[in-house]
Nanobody
Framework: QVQLVESGGGLVQAGGSLRLSCAAS????????MCWFRQAPGKEREFVAA????????LYADSVKGRFTISRDNAKNTVYLQMNSLKPEDTAVYYC?????????????????WGQGTQVTVSS
């Protein structure tokens, strides 16, 4: 079993930056594909970014490409999401997720473990 705990959310003005962290418990973190999703009020959960276990492959949603960067530190069991040039439409609850087997996908049901989420609010 893996537990994921997100942190780093908050209120920021448009154009600002935030860095989200997701701390994982368990010894198998380094073998998992890690991902960030987000969910705005009244909308479905959507894919944001993913990173392979060995950091070789990253994947981004078109809406965040060039602004967000996903990274991980397997020694610290932590995955990060650096968010720059934030826009009001980035406002959502951001969730960290882990996938035990296989390459990164953009589909929430493919992921095995989820954090509780952290709120990001971008004011205009």
């Amino acid at each position: 079993q893996v537990q994921l705990v997100e942190s780093g959310g908050g209120l920021v003005q448009a154009g600002g930056s935030l860095r989200l962290s997701c701390a994982a418990s368990g010894r198998t973190f380094s073998s998992y594909t890690m991902c960030w999703f987000r969910q705005a009020p009244g909308k479905e959960r959507e894919f944001v970014a993913a990173i392979s276990w060995n950091v070789v492959r990253t994947l981004y949603a078109d809406s965040v490409k060039g602004r967000f960067t996903i990274s991980r530190d397997n020694a610290k069991n932590t995955v990060y999401l650096q968010m720059n040039s934030l826009k009001p439409e980035d406002t959502a609850v951001y969730y960290c997720a882990a996938k035990k087997i296989g390459i990164a996908t953009t589909i929430p049901p493919d992921y095995d473990y989820w954090g509780q989420g952290t709120q990001v609010t971008v004011s205009s």
